[in-house]
């Protein structure tokens, strides 16, 4: 009987997690639909964004291109919980940071070396069809920079 109990409690448990996955708007591909967008000269522009489960965690890898049209890749694995966590092969910062607002949008937060360098708002449309991302970011600088970034749903 006990066995049985374990079993279903397990079975009940990765049914939730696999629900609470497939449910969040964000998951699946995104490609970058330019013409819809608005960046700055030399802006870094994402072409390709995925969302996908990673055990308990979310693995968010983004390929794009830099100011000089050189190609870009980083990943990034965590929560949805505010948590910094690292990422990888973004030169502009080593850790991120994704938090729920809403049913359909997070608030992220990049950071290099413990410094805010980006904040923004990612939301998804009601008909799940499309992603915008408005993002400010630090250029070398030190002066603020602002994005649109709308995605289609693959």
Request: overall charge positive.
């Amino acid at each position: 009987m006990k066995t049985r109990t374990i079993l279903l409690t397990l079975a009940l448990c990765l049914v939730g997690m696999s629900m609470a996955f497939a449910e969040d708007a964000n998951m699946g591909t995104w490609k970058l639909n330019e013409a819809k967008s608005k960046f700055t000269a030399g802006a870094t522009k994402n072409s390709t964004v995925v969302y996908e489960a990673a055990g308990d965690d979310v693995k968010v890898t983004v390929d794009g291109t830099d100011k000089d049209g050189k190609a870009l890749h980083s990943e990034w694995t965590g929560k949805f919980d505010g948590k910094d966590y690292p990422v990888t092969g973004d030169p502009n910062m080593n850790a991120r940071s994704y938090k729920r607002i809403g049913a359909s949008t997070l608030q992220l937060t990049g950071r290099k070396d413990g410094k805010v360098v980006s904040t923004g708002r990612i939301s998804v449309s009601a008909d799940g069809k499309t992603r915008t991302v408005k993002l400010t970011t630090t250029n070398s600088a030190g002066k603020k920079v602002k994005s649109t970034a709308v995605y289609d749903k693959q």
